[in-house]
């Protein structure tokens, strides 16, 4: 029998009381299923409650073989080495044994002498050339998440339970991680806003506040049907707005004929010759008739209305964010920012920048690209003043926002509205509603505390907070995308196309890069 996973009436609440899933039922097989959705709607919560984590508080969840789960990050103890990843210890150290010859009789029977090279041959295809013996603090976060991925396959699972595995790789790591998904046979489910890594899926799960919605085929088919489906959303809308002007003109005109008909009793009365218990009668008729005429205009009145609902709601989860970013103002040909000669790192004796010399003018847009660790996020330091350089100078000529990908520009103690009143003095209520709407922080989801949002929603909060009102003529973005769900990345986008100040942004995401319209990349070698 082929391995499953099944998702029967599930129920789950957050913590503060917010249904995440009622009456859920999913099923994957042994396909690779991609899965999608806003940040919030429960994604890495699903995988939780998949694996056992976490128990369903309604419902049930049922699987029928082998689980192996990637998470967002890998956190190495102080000894971990990657054949602790590979779970392999105890048996290379018994190889260890018989190659010194110390092994007994009932130990080199069951010793793995292809162990080694079946872990070097899993590494490789994750494009790693590292020793079981390699201590995991000494590799990069990207690394390490190849590492990670490499351990996970090598056990051959029956389900990959993958967790955004592509953040924080370079475009080497990317590629690897993406060939080795295509190639992957049995099950897989795969958090992920890597449109490209998306492509190579069999099905997409998509995840929303109104359930989960299955569509066979890869992402680019998958925004083809919600495209339809917006569509004939708007379209539903349209008809229920129109139903709900009918029934209101029907009932205002059967109260206009209620009306005429008790001012003609009322008139008839008035004129005197009919026994009185007739037009008692009469009259407790017309009451009688009027009042089941205003019940039943209430109860269609009621249902236009909740159909009008329905429909609007299916156009808020369907239609893509928008994001609209005042101007800078800034000049065209104004030079923003200079670097001249510059080397500089952590370690004076090992630099990971050399020499290096740009000028970024408005409104330019520059990526720099490179391999993990080949001084992309030293580079922004050292414009920034927060890393001085060993050699060169480094300025900045302009008011400048810089997003890192901890967004550290936030207090994690006050709400987003808090953040974004302090980032932006000169703005008053209305206006501080309206920026964070833009960035879908609306009414009460405004006084969240930014400590307890998720990475994809603390990164919105700070873009809302950096364009705020009157955005600075220079952004520099430290992998902007990596924690954003695809919506919100398509809308920044937009919203960063229409921008018209100067951007350097060091990103991996070629698909993001292409739509921002960058104008040049500036490529940092190898460590």
Known sequence: MPATITIQNLGWSTPDG????????????????????????????????????????????????????????????????????????????????????????????????TLEARMAAALAELGLDVSPGTPLQTLSGGEATRAALAALTFAAPDFLLLDEPTNNLDRDGREAVIGLLARWKAGAIVISHDRELLDTMDAIVELTSLGASRYGGNWSHFRARKAIELASARHDFADAERRVEEVRRNAQAAAERQAHRDSAGKKLAARGGMPKIILGGMKENAENTGAAGRRMAERQGREAADAAGLARQRIEVLQPMTVDIPSTGLATGKTVCRLEAVTAGHDPQLPVIRDLSLTLVGPERVAIVGPNGSGKTTLLSVLTGALAPFAGTAEVMTDFALLDQRVSLLDPALSVADNFARLNPGADITACRAALARFMFRADAALQLTGSLSGGQLLRAGLAAVLGTRPPPLLLLDEPTNHLDIEAIEAVEAGLRAYDGALLVVSYDEAFLDAIAITRRIALGPP
């Open 18 to 113: 917010r249904d995440l899933f009622t009456h859920l039922d999913l099923s994957f097989g042994a396909e690779r299923t991609g899965l999608v959705g806003r940040n919030g709607t429960g994604k890495t919560t699903l995988l939780r409650l998949v694996t056992g984590e976490l128990t369903p508080q309604a419902g049930a969840v049922t699987t029928d073989g082998r689980l192996a789960l990637l998470r967002q990050s890998v956190r190495p103890a102080a000894d971990d080495t990657v054949a602790t990843l590979f779970g392999v210890e105890a048996a290379l150290d018994l190889l260890g044994h018989a190659e010194r010859g110390e092994a007994s009789v009932d130990e080199l029977a069951i010793a793995d002498w």
